[in-house]
Structures are given as structure tokens and as C-alpha cells.
């Protein structure tokens, strides 16, 4: 059976975000991120002068960026963050014990380089009452008094406020070229959450709109500039059941396999809200293009709610965007993560790198992880879709209580995989 990858048109998108309502988008937001979806949507014809020279330009940084001498990579190696901001390699344990060698990422905040003072900055905002919308949604800015209340929570919590750190006598460009990138895969990932709002509207009447107001006014936001290293130096399994070239599906493996499977990056739910995806560039050690894909059967995977593996295979010009497990909560199941895990190229093709760039859009530190009224635990966290979670995957329930906050939400995801 062949799964094509849910697709709106950027222009179409635009459209949808100035009505109150389109039945035609809804049906594609039900399609990628309801119960029976992938968790997966390509926003697809992108404008070419908006993406595609800047999309180059980053993931070559990202290879070159990886490549760099360790003693220039350890300047930008944040211990005190757990690892979260600047550089980090061989840090997280996404399945089991094993420490993930196989790629290596950088850590940047996209829409500002120092989150404690663009808050305290907000906060003066709000306080003059210039944005009647920002100010109702940041009451719960209340729960911290302060200003020093919040440098203090920022002391404690490395992981979500440290301010970014860039390679910029190595790399001088990066900065520039990440931040520029990522604020627009956050500027489309506004409508997309506009749309799925209007979608889970007409599901669940109780709802209050949430996601596109958390993406759009939250400055918690997180870019992760992904460098897969060859397969060289992590071997890659030969999966048989895919057709080649294809979107396409095979049987679920026993969970043992699973952990086989995912050589290039384990399987694991976003947590976030929302997370925005490129779609991937492969290079030779030359930094040399390699187009098509050295091995049709590399790339992104997801595990699918009937326990079956896809493969998903992004169209050109188009940014991906996945639901996160807090849009799962915020919604009460409406819309559903789903696990995810990258595939490495085949030892024959042993020189080969994979980039590609996330953004991760989430809520703040402070921020309340309630559902919508009328929806219910069982609704959020239903059983059945636990079934075929792969080994690794933590559930939902192991990890979020009615009552938390976003940060302690993270902080407990964090312990999990780190």
C-alpha cells in the first residue's frame, strides 16, 4: 500500500488564514494530524525566492559546520544547558542506554538571541497595554512577579534560557543564515497552527484557539541544525520491504528491530507544539550535491497508528511540519504526534551525510499544559494509540500530569532521553 504525504499549497494556505473557515484545508488538517494521520504535513510550491538558495546555504553551513576541528566545536559546547544550546554530539540516549553518535546537532534560538530579556522586554509590553492580544494571552506571566523572580528561574533552567552561542569567527555566516531561515519556517508555521485551530474548532465547539496564538506570541522557540554523519562510522541495516523511489509502507517489525532500524536517529515523538522540517540535503565529503538520494530506502520513517513503518518522502520546495505531543495535550487528542526515526544510507554508499534543519515552536516555560473542556485524559492519552509505540518511545502518560507547566513538561521529556 502506497501513502502519499498530505500536502496544501502555500498559496492555498494563505488563502485559508484569512477566512474564518475552509472545508477543503480542514479536511487536510484532519487527514495529516487527526487519529488516522501521519502527524505530517508538507506545505508544498513554496516560493522559490523565500526558500530554496537560503535552504542550500544553511545545510551546506550544517556539514561544514560539523566538520569543524573539535577544539572550535567545544567553544560552542553548552554543558550547562544540557546541551541544548550550541553544539552537541553523542549526548542524547534516544533508545535504551546507547548514546546517539550518528548525528550531531546545533542548537539556536531563532527569534532571539537572549529569551530572558526579549521576556522582560514583552513585559513592559504588556504592562503598558499596547497588545490587548498578547497581554490575555501572557497573563500567565503573573506566576512569576518579578524580574528577578524570572532571571532566577532562568538560572535554574539553563536548558530553556540560555541565550545562543555562534561559531562566529569560523563560520560568520551562520548566524545570519540560520536565523533567516528558521524565522520564516516560523512565519508559515503560524498559518499552519492558524488552520489546525479552525479545524479542531469544528471537533470540539469548547475549544479555545491555542496553538497558532502559542507559535505566534511564545519566543521559546528552538532550531536544530541536524548533520548526519556517514554510515561509515554507524552502520547502516538493510530494511528490504520498500519500495524504491516511493512513498511507500512495510509490516511493522518486532520492537527489537526497531531500535535496528533507526540508525541515523532513534524513534521518538516531538514535544513540542509544533516543529517545522526541510526537507533533506545529501552531500559527499566534498560537499558536492548528490542528487537523487544515494539509497531510495534512507530517510524519514514514522510509525504509523496501525503499527505499520512509512516512509516519508517530502516533495521539493515544500517545509514539512509535524504535531508535537503539547499540541496533542492542548488539543485533547484531537491532534496526535506520532513516533518518528531516520534511516541511514547503505554501507555502499558509506560517504555520504545527510542535513536537514527543525524548528522546534513550543509554549514558554511557565505556560499551562490544560485540555480543552469536555476533553478527557482517556481522549489525550488513549491506550490504543500506545499498541505500537517503538520500545524507546516513552509514553505520553509516563511523562505529563494535569497540572504542569510546559517546563516541567520538558524537563521530564529531557530525563528521559538524555
Not at 534560538?109 to 526579549?118: A, R
Not at 503573573?142 to 532562568?154: C, G, K, N, Q, V
Not at 509502507?249 to 541515523?264: C, L, P, R
Request: charged share 20%.
Amino acid at each position: 500500500m502506497m501513502v502519499e504525504v498530505v500536502c496544501i499549497r502555500y498559496d492555498d494556505l494563505v488563502a485559508a488564514c484569512s477566512k474564518e473557515d475552509d472545508i477543503n484545508i480542514n479536511r487536510l488538517i484532519e487527514q495529516a494530524f487527526s487519529t488516522t494521520g501521519l502527524g505530517l504535513l508538507a506545505i508544498t510550491e513554496v516560493p522559490h525566492h523565500l526558500l530554496t538558495n537560503q535552504r542550500l546555504q544553511l545545510l551546506r553551513l550544517s556539514q561544514r559546520l560539523a566538520t569543524l576541528p573539535p577544539s572550535q566545536l567545544e567553544e560552542i559546547t553548552d554543558h550547562a544547558s544540557s546541551y541544548q544550546v550550541g553544539w552537541s554530539h553523542g549526548r542524547e540516549k534516544l533508545e535504551g542506554s546507547k548514546l546517539d553518535y550518528s548525528k550531531g546537532s546545533f542548537y539556536a534560538n531563532p527569534l532571539t538571541e537572549n529569551l530572558v530579556e526579549t521576556m522582560l522586554e514583552r513585559r513592559c509590553i504588556t504592562d503598558a497595554g499596547d497588545d490587548s492580544d498578547l497581554a490575555e494571552w501572557d497573563k500567565s506571566l503573573s506566576i512569576i512577579s518579578t524580574d528577578l523572580e524570572l532571571r532566577s528561574l532562568a538560572i535554574t533552567n539553563p536548558a530553556f534560557f540560555a541565550p545562543n552561542i555562534w561559531p562566529t569567527e569560523h563560520l560568520p555566516n551562520l548566524q545570519s543564515t540560520f536565523r533567516e531561515v528558521g524565522q520564516f519556517i516560523h512565519t508559515v508555521g503560524m498559518m499552519v497552527a492558524k488552520c489546525c485551530d479552525m479545524y479542531v474548532s469544528t471537533v470540539c465547539p469548547t475549544y479555545i484557539p491555542v496553538l497558532e496564538r502559542t507559535v505566534r506570541h511564545s519566543k521559546c522557540c528552538k532550531g536544530r541544525l541536524l548533520h548526519y554523519f556517514p554510515s561509515s562510522s554507524t552502520a547502516a541495516v538493510e530494511v528490504d520491504d520498500v519500495t524504491p523511489g516511493t512513498p511507500g509502507t512495510m509490516k511493522a517489525q518486532e520492537e527489537d528491530d526497531d531500535t535496528q532500524f533507526s540508525n541515523w536517529c532513534g524513534w521518538h515523538n516531538d514535544h513540542g507544539s509544533l516543529t517545522g522540517l526541510l526537507p533533506a540535503l545529501y552531500l559527499d565529503v566534498n560537499g558536492n550535491i548528490v542528487e537523487p538520494a544515494p539509497d531510495p530506502k534512507a530517510g524519514l520513517y514514522i510509525k504509523a497508528r496501525n503499527g505499520q513503518l512509512v516512509h516519508a518522502k517530502l516533495p521539493p520546495n515544500s517545509i514539512a511540519y509535524q504535531i508535537g505531543e503539547t499540541a496533542q495535550i492542548h488539543t485533547g487528542g484531537i491532534l496526535k504526534a506520532t513516533p518518528h526515526a531516520v534511516r541511514g544510507c547503505s554501507n555502499s554508499n558509506n560517504n555520504i551525510s545527510r542535513e536537514t534543519f527543525a524548528v522546534f515552536m513550543e509554549p514558554e516555560y511557565h505556560s499551562t499544559m490544560s485540555l480543552p473542556e469536555w476533553r478527557t485524559l482517556a481522549d489525550t492519552q488513549c491506550v490504543e494509540d500506545e499498541k505500537y509505540l517503538p520500545q524507546s518511545v516513552k509514553t505520553l502518560r509516563s511523562r505529563w500530569k494535569l497540572g504542569m507547566t510546559f517546563g516541567e513538561f520538558s524537563n521530564a521529556t529531557f530525563a528521559a532521553f538524555h
